[in-house]
């Protein structure tokens, strides 16, 4: 209740305030519109640049997603212990 009674009071208050200082207020609102303007297309362009830079990252690093042929070979012979493992399970 106290939070409804606070912001009906902001409410009037920045009504009456916006009649008073119309004047000021436009003047307020003309010099605010194109700082955020530029900081709102300063973002898009650094965040731009940000995803580009992702997808350059991306192209850069095609390449095997496997190591060392060792490792490779290491993988082969797990998979194949597990399945002789796998076929002894199946047959007892």
Same mark, same amino acid.
């Given at each position: 209740?106290?939070? &409804?009674? *606070? !912001?009906?009071? %902001?409410?009037? #208050? @920045?009504?009456?305030?916006?009649?008073?200082? =119309? /004047?000021?207020?436009?003047?307020?609102?003309?010099?605010?519109?194109?700082?955020?303007? &530029?900081? *709102? !297309?300063?973002? %898009?362009?650094? #965040? @731009?640049?940000?995803?580009?830079?992702?997808? =350059? /990252?991306?192209?850069?690093?095609?390449?095997?997603?496997?190591?060392?042929?060792?490792?490779?070979?290491?993988?082969?012979?797990?998979?194949?212990?597990?399945?002789?493992?796998?076929?002894?399970?199946? /047959?007892?």
């Amino acid at each position: 209740m106290k939070t &409804l009674v *606070g !912001g009906a009071a %902001a409410a009037i #208050l @920045g009504l009456i305030g916006m009649v008073v200082w =119309w /004047k000021p207020f436009l003047t307020l609102l003309a010099g605010a519109i194109p700082v955020m303007l &530029l900081l *709102g !297309g300063g973002l %898009a362009i650094y #965040l @731009g640049f940000d995803e580009i830079k992702d997808t =350059w /990252k991306k192209d850069d690093s095609v390449g095997s997603p496997v190591g060392e042929p060792e490792e490779v070979d290491k993988y082969k012979k797990e998979i194949e212990d597990l399945k002789h493992e796998i076929e002894s399970l199946k /047959k007892a």
